[in-house]
T-cell receptor, first 109, second 112 residues
Framework: GIQVEQSPPDLILQEGANSTLRCNFS?????LQWFHQNPWGQLINLFY???GTKQNGRLSATTVATERYSLLYISSSQTTDSGVYFC???????????FGEGTQLTVNP | KAGVTQTPRYLIKTRGQQVTLSCSPI?????VSWYQQTPGQGLQFLFE???????NKGNFPGRFSGRQFSNSRSEMNVSTLELGDSALYLC???????????FGSGTRLTVV
């Protein structure tokens, strides 16, 4: 099956800093999503981005499908951005989400 | 528009018992998927239902089963619970392949 690798596994920032999270995947996909898992466990959908670039406030994402990677940018980070960020993909021939291991982000005041 | 609703939020069960979890998708969504999250294994796909039919199944033992009703609500059942079944169970729904999945708040199951 498809493999999804996220980096870095852990990231510690000071409030106000910028960061880039990366997601590499091993095969063609028809769905790629970035999620933020809140402290209560819910996966909050940040972006549905199988290709191209999207922005939502301080967050933006870019997926280069031909090179099989996606990037999530967080600018001017806030303490409320802390948590685990997951990248998940659906390979072209399938319908299930395959998740990466996640990036644990800690933003200190 | 209401989101994906999972009930109950928390459950404590004894080893050997069985449990049923419920998921109501976003109105109009016909695809419902279930995922298990544990610290050791991460997020793993359990199964997907579409229009009352199981369309896809992950690599879990037969103790894990599910179904979907005509109103798209889904239930998953775990029989003969084991300590290792303690996990966060997440449900997701999707409208069409052109859009992404939306997740519910999850059910946290503890087996003692």
């Amino acid at each position: 099956g498809i493999q999804v690798e996220q980096s870095p596994p852990d990231l510690i920032l000071q409030e106000g800093a910028n960061s880039t999270l990366r997601c590499n995947f091993s095969d063609s996909v028809n769905n790629l999503q970035w999620f933020h898992q809140n402290p209560w466990g819910q996966l909050i959908n940040l972006f549905y981005i199988p290709s191209g670039t999207k922005q939502n406030g301080r967050l933006s994402a870019t997926t280069v499908a031909t090179e099989r990677y996606s990037l999530l940018y967080i600018s001017s980070s806030q303490t409320t951005d802390s948590g685990v960020y997951f990248c998940a993909v659906v390979e072209t021939s399938g319908s299930r989400l395959t998740f990466g291991e996640g990036t644990q982000l800690t933003v200190n005041p | 528009k209401a989101g994906v609703t999972q009930t109950p939020r928390y459950l404590i069960k004894t080893r050997g018992q069985q449990v049923t979890l419920s998921c109501s998708p976003i109105s109009g969504h016909r695809s419902v998927s279930w995922y298990q999250q544990t610290p050791g294994q991460g997020l793993q796909f359990l199964f997907e239902y579409f229009s009352e039919t199981q369309r896809n199944k992950g690599n879990f033992p037969g103790r894990f089963s599910g179904r979907q009703f005509s109103n798209s609500r889904s239930e998953m059942n775990v029989s003969t619970l084991e300590l290792g079944d303690s996990a966060l169970y997440l449900c997701a729904s999707r409208g069409t392949r052109l859009y992404g999945y939306t997740f519910g708040s999850g059910t946290r199951l503890t087996v003692v």
